[in-house]
Each structure stands twice: as C-alpha cells, then as structure tokens.
C-alpha cells in the first residue's frame, strides 16, 4: 500500500517571503498522480495543484510551485509571496491509476502553514 | 450552485442515537468518496462508489452504511453512535473511475460531535 508522509506539522513564513512544505511517499508504480490541497479554517478541501508521474517538468499554478523528485520519491510545495490567505493546513496526496485502487487519494498527515504579517 | 454539497454541515447527538449525512453532487462524476477526518486531521477513506456499485469498503465498522440511490447522491448513515465516532466527514466526487490526473471536488464537510 502507498503511503504518504509530510515530515513538518508546523511551518511558518513571512508575509511576502517563500516557504517550501515537504512531502515523500513510497510507492512501487511507476506511474501515477500527485496532489496538494489546501484546507483553510473553513475546513473546505481546495485543489492546489496536481502532478502526473510521467511528467519531468514541474508543474506550477500561479504563485504555487512544486519541486517532484521521482527517483527520490519527493513532491514539495513551494509557495512565493506568502499572503495571509495562504494560511491553512496543507495536505499531499497520491492517485493510484490501477483501477483496482478506487481511484483513492492516500493523504498524508497535513502540515499547518502559518502567515505572519 | 455548490458542486459537492452535505447536509447537515454540523450535527451534534447523543451516544447510541442512528443519524445520516447526505451528498449530493451535479458535476456529472461518476464516483463518489466518503472519507473521515480525525481530531489530528488526518484523512482516511472509508467508502468509495463508482455508478452506484460500492467499489471500495475500508476497515469501517458496521454501524456505518453507505448508500447510492443513484450516482448523484451517496449517504452514510450511522448506526448506533458512540464517541469515536466524533470527525469531520468528508464527501467527495471525482470524473473518472480508471485513473488520471483528475483531484477531487470536496464537499464542505460536516461536524459529528457525540456526547
């Protein structure tokens, strides 16, 4: 089974500056799919960004980057120009493409991005 | 028009008491997803549907039942209550059933606090 781990509970930036959350997972497919979401106080899940496994660029949304390393099995998140908005906690997530998984997201445990201003 | 939506968004209640949640989605997705957030946050699946077919029945105890009248929708009633009972649980619904870079849309969530 996969798993996914964020090693940091807790993060904190500065307003304006850039902060990186990290993420590993082990998995034995050689194929698959990467998520950050982002789940404010209002306890919505929001989609962030996404990554395919087959994919070597990284991919970017606007002020949210990640940094995928698939042979050291990393999926980092890099956020620039922290706002105040961006305060929240921050999960990582795997997609299997077997069928046999459900199309089930395995989470990691989240990490808690705090914004200083 | 809210895409994944769950009513109630809080429920409070008493131990040994059968309550459900609702879901309903009107993204024209073909699965649907419950999962349960704990005190620590962390999210683990407890069901999945693909087109009203129960495709994914984690370790969850009997007392909790999905049900898919129809691909749309996705219930869980819980029987039975006790206190470990008290999370967030999420539904959700995702395009595809085989695969692909396709996240999920969340419902808001909804708050069960047993007592």
């Known amino acids: 089974a996969q798993t996914v781990t964020q090693s940091q509970p807790e993060m904190s930036v500065q307003e304006a500056e850039t902060v990186t959350l990290s993420c590993t997972y082990d998995?034995?497919?050689?194929?698959?799919?990467l998520f950050w979401y982002k789940q404010p106080p209002s306890r919505q899940m929001i989609l962030v960004i996404r990554?395919?496994?087959?994919?070597?660029q990284n991919a970017t949304e606007n002020r949210f980057s990640v940094n995928f390393q698939k042979a050291a099995k990393s999926f980092s998140l890099k956020i620039s120009d922290s706002q105040l908005g961006d305060a929240a906690m921050y999960f990582c997530?795997?997609?299997?493409?077997?069928?046999?998984?459900?199309?089930?997201?395995?989470f990691g445990g989240g990490t808690r991005l705090m914004v200083k201003p | 028009d809210t895409a994944v939506s769950q009513t109630p968004k809080y429920l409070v209640t008493q131990m040994g008491n059968d309550k459900s949640i609702k879901c309903e989605q009107n993204?024209?997705?073909?699965?649907m997803y419950w999962y349960k957030q704990d005190s620590k946050k962390f999210l683990k699946i407890m069901f999945s549907?693909?087109?009203?077919?129960?495709?994914i029945n984690e370790t969850v105890p009997n007392r909790f039942s999905p049900k898919s009248p129809d691909k749309a929708h996705l219930n869980l009633h819980i029987n039975s209550l006790e206190l470990g009972d008290s999370a967030v649980y999420f539904c959700?619904?995702?395009?595809?059933?085989?695969?692909?870079?396709?996240?999920?849309?969340f419902g808001s969530g909804t708050r069960l606090t047993v007592v």
């Open positions: 959700a619904s995702s395009r595809t059933w085989t695969g692909g870079s396709y996240g999920y849309t």
């Open positions: 998995t034995s497919e050689s194929d698959y799919y």
């Open positions: 990554q395919e496994a087959y994919k070597q």
């Open positions: 997530a795997y997609r299997s493409p077997r069928n046999n998984a459900g199309n089930m997201l395995t």
């Open positions: 993204l024209g997705h073909d699965t």
């Open positions: 549907y693909n087109n009203k077919e129960l495709i």
